[in-house]
């Protein structure tokens, strides 16, 4: 039903996707995934205590294709799945370029980004499993809010470790977490062991995600029915995510675009790889020259900075060992306002397609960014994420550059959120106090 | 393309109404609005110095439909109209009741509520009739940012007067109206004389609505090419709100559904008349036996403890005279968390449509609201504005009754916006420390 001067191209219900496509299956050369004490490639069991034993297998899974189940289709269609994919006309007509520009709309979840796709899913595994009680670290909230509402939705307990400085700057991201039913922690918290003896050490540190994540584990490890969950970075993460992708490309064919890029922003990788991977698959296959771009934050500037090598996760030394470009995992990126880019490492899975040179990546200050996500509200009504307004800075990048050459291009990017609760960011743009965040 | 198993009811862009159904052709009995010196019925020429002409036109119109121009077609579009009709498929299982519930979904507006559809209409007109500058005041917020976009989208230069208390306690709210590019000034500012004299007496003032919209008012009659906008109560936001409900009809068409009950909250009555027009005018013509239900707060119970008699729309009694269900216009409603509905007037279209039996009302308190609002977010996924908990208190209490009754009745309410950026109430509700607002 949808015309050529459609704004929005949409898909019914019917065609939320029906498997998860698994990049694992297309690109070789990954390198396994190493036990910090054994140095060994990892297996199955010691994942065991701290996920859930279908997410652990998923993330060892070589299949192509693994069935979504029913039960989370439903629920993605809750978070207003299969979402619009959206020609930016008002910004096209603003920049006066020949290039088409489109945008997948995950601004439209009721919490507010992408991140629910995997949050549901992970909830539904868990509760199939047996598992009775969730656990996660969040900062910016983002996160958080997604697996307190996935919790919800499928009768868990879902106790949050909310990075102490974000607990208190941050109040309304808690009340979300809290409205959906979760607990939610100051972390360090007195909850943990390890958060005990940090608030000890340091009465009145305003904590880390680092800390966050060493109790949030180990109040999964602790317990038979309590399993740990992960926003982004890990293969598992990556494939719930590429229900995005798998849209775009019906959406694509629906409306008989061929796309010259597409573009999201990166932070663990999930969202680039969930909106991109489905359509790099045809590239790796020959089918299509279409370019895929990172964008990535100067202040964790992971590829385009990074090493790609063996690193920790965390910054405890807590995680596995993951081949990665990593900036090391005793990096502390700035206190820039798009929490979710904050973060030393990469997704293997997307530093292998970077490293064949399957895509390529660009890097951002975030006072251009925000700059390109205030113009994006003006024109096209949407207050992005500060994460998001990195794509947008890169499709308006590429869409100057293809004026410039009189290039009628098809740029496609992630709106992988909506800003509404990180205006902080954009009250300090307007006013003229955002610092610029380059590493040092 | 939506089959009845889909959760979702949806309209194509091209569904998106191209006409506005006007109450006041089939609405008989409606008196005249005063003008407050005269006390004589007020005629266009009385209203030009304070709104554009296009508006006034409307204001007096008793033509049954009017048409939507193409560009605000395209702009409703843009605040993801035709909005979805909705099942609420857990809320029904929780509660156990054989009723179907539906609801219209205003919450996905990027400006959060179903303000955007007057916003833009004025100021589409506003640009049309040669006008470079609008103002309003905004106490809450929603009405002023909705007016930022659609100022944007119509290249207006926005002032927004907001209640001072609400520019130092909503930031966030004020930033989103900055990015749009409106201006926005505590109210009272030193940018009108009314302002300065306020100030010069009450140096300390918190500000009130009354003032804003005293301050916007003076702003707009000073300058020829200046106009003030009105975001509820008016015929012609009645109007411009129809959208709402013709969508709803044609869904609820579309689906086969017969609705025994339609919900939506009050406050001036835009919002109420624009989801229930189109359908009670099916009513005046005896197609229809469907009952409406207006939930209003108790703290400003106009329809259900008001009298129905002439009475000024603001505090300070500088407007027209309304024939309508008021509670005096010197009544200050408490201080609820639903801050659009804290009105001591309604619109005399739905005043008229009450007084004849066409409509009823329900009062709640602000707690039982919240309740409901909670229940909601963790069934269905969606933070609800506090004005729109309301409809779903009644929608609950309706489908309770239902299930006593072991009938199948269908529900459909307007969730006339989502609650992101009115997290205070739900923090103190989960806290434990919302208070009780029933009318003294």
Redesign the interface.
Same mark, same amino acid.
């Given at each position: @039903? =949808?015309?050529k001067s459609? %704004?929005?191209i949409?898909l019914?219900?019917?065609e939320v996707p029906k498997k998860y496509y698994n990049m694992a299956a297309d690109l070789k050369g990954l390198q396994p995934v190493l036990h910090p004490g054994t140095k060994e490639p990892i297996k199955e069991e010691d994942l065991l205590p701290v996920f859930t034993k279908s997410i652990v297998k998923q993330e060892m899974s070589k299949e192509r294709y693994i069935d979504i189940p029913d039960e989370v289709r !439903?629920k993605l269609? *809750? *978070?207003?799945r299969p979402s619009p994919l959206q020609r930016a006309v008002?910004l096209e007509k603003y920049l006066k370029t020949p290039a088409k520009i489109y945008f997948k709309r995950e601004d @439209?979840s #009721?919490?507010?980004s992408h991140k629910g796709n995997s949050a549901v899913a992970q909830a539904y595994y868990c509760r199939k499993d047996g598992i009775e009680t969730i656990t996660t670290e969040t900062g910016a909230g983002q996160w958080g809010t997604a697996l307190a *509402?996935a919790s919800? @939705?499928f009768d868990l307990d879902c106790t949050v470790f909310m990075v102490r400085v974000s607990f208190d700057q941050k #109040?309304?991201r808690r009340? %979300?977490m809290? =409205?959906?039913?979760a607990k939610v922690h100051a972390s360090p918290s007195i909850v943990t062991q390890y958060g005990k003896k940090v608030l000890k050490e340091h009465p009145n540190t305003s904590g880390s995600l680092g800390i966050a994540i060493s109790e949030a584990i180990e109040m999964a490890v602790s317990s038979k029915n309590v399993r740990y969950t992960l926003g982004s970075l890990a293969n598992s993460v990556v494939l719930h995510q590429t229900v995005i992708g798998q849209e775009v490309m019906a959406q694509l064919k629906k409306a008989d675009i061929e796309p010259d890029y597409m573009v999201a922003c990166v932070g663990g990788g999930s969202n680039f790889a969930g909106f991109a991977f489905p359509l790099m698959r045809e590239k790796i296959l020959g089918k299509t020259d279409c370019e895929f771009v990172a964008a990535e934050p100067m202040a964790a500037a992971s590829l385009t900075e990074g090493e790609y090598r063996y690193d920790f996760g965390d910054t405890a030394g807590m995680t596995p060992l993951f081949k990665m470009y990593t900036l090391g995992s005793e990096f502390i990126p700035s206190a820039i306002h798009a929490g979710g880019l904050r973060y030393h490492g990469m997704s293997p899975l997307v530093s292998e397609a970077y490293d064949q040179g399957l895509m390529s990546a660009r890097a951002y200050d975030q006072t251009e960014t925000f700059e390109a996500g205030?113009l994006f /509200?003006?024109t !096209?009504?949407? %207050?992005p994420a500060p994460e998001s307004t990195h794509a947008i800075k890169a499709a308006i990048d590429i869409a100057l550059e293809a004026k410039a050459k009189n290039e009628e291009k098809t740029i496609v990017f992630n709106l992988s959120g909506?800003g +509404? +609760?990180d *205006? /902080?960011g954009? !009250?300090k743009f %307007?006013s003229g106090s955002l610092s610029s965040s380059r590493m040092k």
């Open positions: @039903m =949808t015309k459609d %704004i929005r949409t019914t219900e019917d !439903e269609i *809750l *978070l207003n008002n @439209m #009721p919490v507010g *509402l919800s @939705m #109040p309304f009340t %979300i809290q =409205t959906y039913g205030v /509200a003006k !096209e009504g949407i %207050i909506n +509404l +609760l *205006l /902080a954009y !009250e %307007i």
